[in-house]
């Protein structure tokens, strides 16, 4: 049996009891500090880390009794942060060990604060360790590393999912999940389901199999310049058309990427307009929230049509370098936009989605300057 010094996020209670798989109350645990060290804010990410400090004090929870499978566990998911255990001599006198940080792997910043974290990012921290504990005894702590940026990105669509703003009007039935298996993971990943469902006359299905892809939420924007009368798409290479055998993999479509940890999806389509597009939007008006298929997928959409001076030098070619993007931008007038929707020749949802609001409110965009657009975010 061990006894662990919890100084950063393991302070919060149910980020514990998902890593070490059981509940508080059969967890011995107790307020203590450590002297002389200082839990610091790291910028890579939101959490902290510990590092020796004259005078300082680290306030924390101190866990006794841990068994071989519970260091195990912390290991586990300390160690996809390169932390490790070492001996210190607590405040009270009490011996423990604490996960300290692997020297040079990350940035300090200004003093942690536990009650900031917990109000900003303690929920998207268990959605994200719930899929890390999955993942013991199945995968080593390299690989769920590699794997953690876009487990946060899960994670982060399901804090957003708490927040959506449909569903007036449907049921609310019950859902009986019986089992979750993950078949595959890596950039994305999937599930394979065994649920029942409340059915509209009130009684319970039987049990179903389902399979669902597992991907984030993604911000998508048509950059529009009232004042031209015309927008601006970008064309790439897509996995979908090549894997159903597509005679044409270069789309046309919106400015798009996904929604990062801690961002807003507003956030999102300034940040991508620059990076695919090297333009910046002036505003955003919100098209839609939705999802791209419901049916097999948890891809959620945001999208907007942004208001941008888009002049003939707008267009290029860009893309992060670091995320393999080759992206190509065009300049269309509206009825040229038109005229691609109207003959079938955009194959892009989202991008015939934001044509047709375009259609229905360009008229009311082009009355009043970008900047002092109504309704506009």
Known sequence: MKNLFFYGTLRHVPLLEIVL????????FTPEHLDDHAALAVAEGPFPCVVTRAGAVTNGLLVKGLSDTDIARLDFYEGSFAYDLRDVTLAGGQSAQVYFPAP????TGDPWDLAEWETDWAALSCFAAREVMDYFGKYTVEQVAKMFPMIRTRAAAMVNAAQS???AGTLHGAIDVQRI???YTNYF????YQLRHERFDGTMSGVLERAVFVASDAALVLPYDP?????????????GPIARGDRSVWQFEPIAGRVDPGETPQQAAHREAAEEAGITLQSLAPVAEVYASPGDSTEFFYIYVGLADLPDKATGVGGLETEDEDIRSHLMSFDDLMAMVDTQQAANAPLVMAAYWLARHRDRLRLVPPKATPNIT
Do not use: P
């Open 189 to 192: 990943a999937l599930n394979e």
């Open 104 to 107: 040079g792997v990350w940035t």
């Open 165 to 167: 703003k449909h569903g």
């Open 21 to 28: 798989g059981r509940a508080a109350r059969d967890i011995e």
């Open 181 to 183: 298996d993950r078949a």
């Open 227 to 239: 004042l031209r009368d015309r927008v601006m798409v970008v064309e790439q290479v897509r996995m």
